[in-house]
C-alpha cells in the first residue's frame, strides 16, 4: 500500500506568514491529492482536490501544488481563523490512506 | 441543505458489535460514492471504507478488513457500518462522508461530512 508522509507534524508562524505544509507520496500517485483542514472538535472540511483545484468556498490564500509523489499545501498569509490540523489523503485507489496531520499554531 | 447525520455509536465491549448508521439529505444519494472515515482520540484520521453508489463495490483498510461490513439503502439514503469483533483500538469518532460520482479514478475529494459518531470499546 502507498503511504502518505506530512512534514512537519506541527508548526508555529506570525499571523500574515507564509506557511507551507509537504505531503510525500511512498509511489506515483498522479494529481489524486485532496487536502482537508481540521479544527478541534469538528469534522474535517476539504480544501483542494486533485492536487492543486481550490474548493467552492475556500479562501483564495490557500493553494496546493504538485503531482506525482511531492506535493505542497500553501498558506499565502496565516489568519487566526487558519488555527487547524491539515491533512493529505491520496484519492486515486483504495486505502485512501491519509497523512499523519500538520497541525499549524498561531506564534 | 446537503447534509449528513452519523448515529449509532456508544459503548460497547470488546469483542461485541455495534451498527452504525449515516442518514443522508440534500442530494441524489445514489450517486455518490460514500465513506466512513475514524479518527482515535487525540489522532488523526483514518480512512475505513467506501462504497460505490450502486453499492456494487466496497473496499476496507486492511485494520477492519473481515471485522467491518459497509453497505447502503439508496431508497432510504441511509449508508451502513456494521462493525463486528469490535477490539479496544476501534474507539473513535467515525465521521461518514459524501465523495465522487465513481470509484474510477475519483478527483472531487470528500466534499460533505457528517459530524460524527463516537464509539468507545472497552470492559
Known amino acids: 500500500d502507498i503511504q502518505m508522509t506530512q512534514s512537519p507534524s506541527s508548526l508555529s508562524a506570525s499571523v500574515g506568514d507564509r506557511v507551507t505544509i509537504t505531503c510525500r507520496a511512498s509511489?506515483?500517485?498522479?494529481?489524486?491529492l485532496v487536502w482537508y483542514q481540521q479544527k478541534p472538535g469538528k469534522a474535517p472540511k476539504l480544501l483542494i482536490y486533485a492536487a492543486s483545484s481550490l474548493q467552492s468556498g475556500v479562501p483564495s490564500r490557500f493553494s496546493g501544488s504538485g503531482s506525482g509523489t511531492d506535493f505542497t499545501l500553501t498558506i499565502s498569509s496565516l489568519q487566526p481563523e487558519d488555527v487547524a490540523t491539515y491533512y493529505c489523503?491520496?484519492?486515486?485507489?483504495?486505502?485512501?490512506?491519509f497523512g499523519q496531520g500538520t497541525k499549524v499554531e498561531i506564534k | 441543505e446537503v447534509q449528513l447525520v452519523e448515529s449509532g455509536g456508544g459503548l460497547v465491549q470488546p469483542g461485541g458489535s455495534l451498527r452504525l448508521s449515516c442518514a443522508a439529505s440534500g442530494f441524489t444519494f445514489s450517486n455518490y460514492v460514500m465513506s466512513w472515515v475514524r479518527q482515535a482520540p487525540g489522532k488523526g484520521l483514518e480512512w475505513v471504507s467506501v462504497?460505490?453508489?450502486?453499492?456494487?463495490?466496497?473496499y476496507y483498510a486492511d485494520s477492519v478488513k473481515g471485522r467491518f461490513t459497509m453497505s447502503r439503502d439508496n431508497p432510504k439514503n441511509t449508508l451502513y457500518l456494521q462493525m463486528n469483533s469490535l477490539r479496544a483500538e476501534d474507539t473513535a469518532v467515525y465521521y461518514c462522508a459524501k465523495g465522487d460520482v465513481t470509484l474510477i479514478e475519483p478527483i472531487y475529494g470528500m466534499d460533505v461530512w457528517g459530524q460524527g459518531t463516537t464509539v468507545t470499546v472497552s470492559s
Open positions: 462504497i460505490s453508489g450502486s453499492a456494487g463495490s466496497t
Open positions: 489523503q491520496k484519492y486515486n485507489s483504495a486505502p485512501q490512506t
Open positions: 509511489q506515483g500517485i498522479s494529481n489524486y
